[in-house]
C-alpha cells in the first residue's frame, strides 16, 4: 500500500490518552472509538489561532454565526438536508445528548427501546435516569445485519414504551440503514407513539459507496419530531473537544428537550467551536482521504481475520469498527483470549454479545498488521 499520512506512528501515552492507558505498554489498543490520526491541520491551526488570541473565556455558541453557518453547509452537502439555524441545540457530547431526551420525554417507570448489540452508554441510558430498557435485537440477513423489526413491533406497542434510542449507522454492526427499512422504523414508531432519538455520530463515516445515510429528521412523517444527534467528534478525530449537537425540528419537543439540559450541560466549549468550524468547511478532502485509508485497512481485516480459525469478520457499511465473530474460538472468554496474545480490543459483552469482539481499524496499517501476527502466533 502507498505511504499514506494516516500511517504515521503517534506517541500517545504521554498525553494520557484514555484508549492508551487501559492496558500496560504491552498490549496494542484496538477499543474505543478514537482514531490515531491526527487531527486535520485546519482544525489544528484553528485552535492555534484561538488559542494566540490569549482569552479562553465563556463563548456561547447561540452568538457565533460562523458556528450555525458550518453545520448547516455541512448537513446540506453531506445529506442533502435544509437545516435551519433554530433547530440546532448544542450539547457537548453524543452521550449527554441521549440522556438528555430520557430526561426530557420520560418518567419514572417508562420504557425505553434500545436495539442491541449496541454501543455500551446506549443501552445503559435508560436505568441511568430510572427507566425500564426494553431491547430489539438484530439479524443476519445476506450478510448483513438489520434490525428485528417484529420484535420492535412487538415491544413498541407496549403502552409504557415513550422512545426509541435508535443508533443509525449502527454501533458496533456497522449497518446503514436503507430508506425503507427507515420507513418502517418511522411507521412502527407512529403507530404507537414512540418518539425517535437517532444517534448519527457515525453517519460521516460511511465506507460503502453504495450505501446512503438518510438522517432521521428528514423522515416524510416523522421527521419533525425526530431527534437526530450529530457530531464532528468521530469523523474529524476531536472528541476530546466535546462538541456535538442536536437537531429538532418541532419548537415544543425542541423547547422541552431544552428544557431538560438546564443547569447540567452547559454549551460546548470555544475551542470546541472553533474546531467544528473548520472541520465543516475546510476539511473535505482529509475526510475523502481518511474514508479511503479506513476502507482499504477494512478490507485488510476482512481478508487477514477470516483466514485465523475461529474469526469471521463481514464488512460493514460504515463506521471504523469491526464488529468480529470470535464464537469459533475454543476459549470461553474471548477478551481474555485476545489480552493474552497482547491485542485490546472492546469485549463484545459490553455491546451485548460476549461471543463478538469489536475492534477500532482507525489507526495505521501497522497495528493491525501487528495485531493479525499476534493472533497467527
Known sequence: MTASPFDEIIERRSTHAYKWL??????????????????????????????????????????????????????????????????????PGVVS???????????????????????GPLLQAAS???????????????NRWVLDFDELERKA?????????????????????TTDELKRVEAICLKHEVLLCSDEIHCDLVLDESARHVPAGTLSEIGKKAITIM?????????GLGASFVIIRDPAIRKQYHHATFGIMPWINV?????????????????KAQLDYLRSNRNYLAVELNKLEGFNYLPAQATFLAWVDASGLSAKD?????????????????????????????????YLELMIARLQA
Not at 29 to 42: E, G, R, S, Y
Not at 128 to 142: F, I, P
Not at 231 to 239: C, G, Q
Open 271 to 287: 475551542l470546541g467551536q472553533v474546531a467544528t468550524i473548520a472541520a465543516f468547511t475546510e476539511c473535505d478532502d482529509w475526510l
Open 157 to 177: 406497542a407496549d403502552p409504557l414504551c415513550k422512545l426509541f434510542l435508535f443508533c443509525n449507522p449502527m454501533n458496533p454492526c456497522g449497518s446503514v440503514l
Open 22 to 91: 487501559r492496558h500496560d505498554e504491552k498490549v496494542l489498543p484496538l477499543w474505543v472509538a478514537d482514531a490515531d490520526f491526527k487531527c486535520p491541520q485546519p482544525v489544528l491551526d484553528a485552535i492555534q489561532d484561538r488559542i494566540e488570541h490569549g482569552v479562553l473565556g465563556y463563548h456561547k455558541p447561540d452568538v457565533v454565526q460562523p458556528l450555525y453557518d458550518a453545520v448547516i453547509r455541512w448537513v446540506k452537502k453531506q445529506h442533502q438536508w435544509e437545516v435551519d439555524a433554530e433547530w440546532i441545540v448544542w450539547i
Open 231 to 239: 457530531a464532528p467528534s468521530k469523523t474529524f478525530n476531536i472528541a
Open 334 to 366: 474471548i477478551q481474555q483470549y485476545m489480552l493474552k496474545r497482547c491485542v485490546g480490543p472492546s469485549a463484545g459483552s459490553d455491546f451485548g454479545d460476549p461471543h463478538f469482539t469489536r475492534i477500532n481499524f482507525a489507526c495505521p496499517r501497522a
Open 97 to 119: 445528548a441521549f440522556n438528555a431526551a430520557c430526561k426530557a420525554f420520560c418518567k419514572p417507570g417508562d420504557k425505553v427501546l434500545v436495539q442491541t448489540p449496541n454501543y
Open 128 to 142: 441511568l435516569n430510572g427507566l425500564e430498557n426494553l431491547t430489539v435485537g438484530t439479524l443476519l440477513e445476506n
